[in-house]
């Protein structure tokens, strides 16, 4: 995970683990059975750092944390969300965190379909948030304002209105990530209240 939060998911590659550890590729074999297997693993991982619902508030506000604490995950681990999207197993810990976020709503009344539906569109929103985040801040060190400046300066005058329209607000107003991120949660979740139980 340190290779991988350093250098990117690309960079893990077996040969280079072991470099890494000191070791020869080959003796990883005795740990695990291969690439996906250590893929899969380090999943379990990045899913086990984020905060599983609890008992103590009522479902909203549990999937609201859920949803900020996996935010800090993956912005420890950049490659999480991504990583997680292309697997198609679960270990314990992506077991254990299905099985505390599909209870909770279950608890909370929702029937078997609804929790899983709920629970697909807010991991769904979560995970695609924090890759539509990444695209946008691969411009780098720039400020969302340089960014808006630089867009505003490549439309030609008069074409584009929305875009540029749009672009002059985040010159003017920078973008703001959680709020952003707050926005859709919130549309989300009032929507689940909102379904008859």
Do not use: C
Not at 168 to 189: E, V
């Amino acid at each position: 995970m340190d290779l991988a939060d350093e250098s990117g998911i690309e960079s893990v590659t077996m040969r280079e683990l072991g470099r890494r550890l000191g070791v020869e590729a080959a003796s990883l074999y005795n740990h695990v059975a291969g690439k996906d297997d250590l893929l899969d693993g380090m999943v379990d991982l990045v899913v086990a750092e984020i905060d599983l619902p609890s008992g103590d508030v009522g479902w909203k506000e549990a999937m609201r944390r859920r949803a900020v604490s996996a935010r800090g995950v993956f912005a420890r681990h950049r490659w999480g969300a991504a990583l997680i999207d292309s697997r198609g197993r679960n270990g314990p810990s992506g077991l254990s965190y299905a099985d505390r976020v599909l209870g909770t709503m279950l608890r909370a009344g929702f029937s078997p379909r609804l929790a899983a539906n709920a629970f697909l569109a807010l991991d769904s929103y979560i995970y695609g948030f924090e890759r539509q985040r990444q695209n946008m801040s691969s411009a780098g060190d720039e400020e969302a304002g340089d960014v808006a400046q630089e867009v505003l300066a490549a439309i030609p005058q008069g074409a584009y209105p929305s875009l540029a329209r749009v672009a002059m607000d985040y010159a003017t107003k920078p973008y703001d990530d959680d709020a952003a991120f707050d926005f859709g949660l919130g549309l989300i979740l009032d929507g689940l209240e909102r379904l008859p139980q």
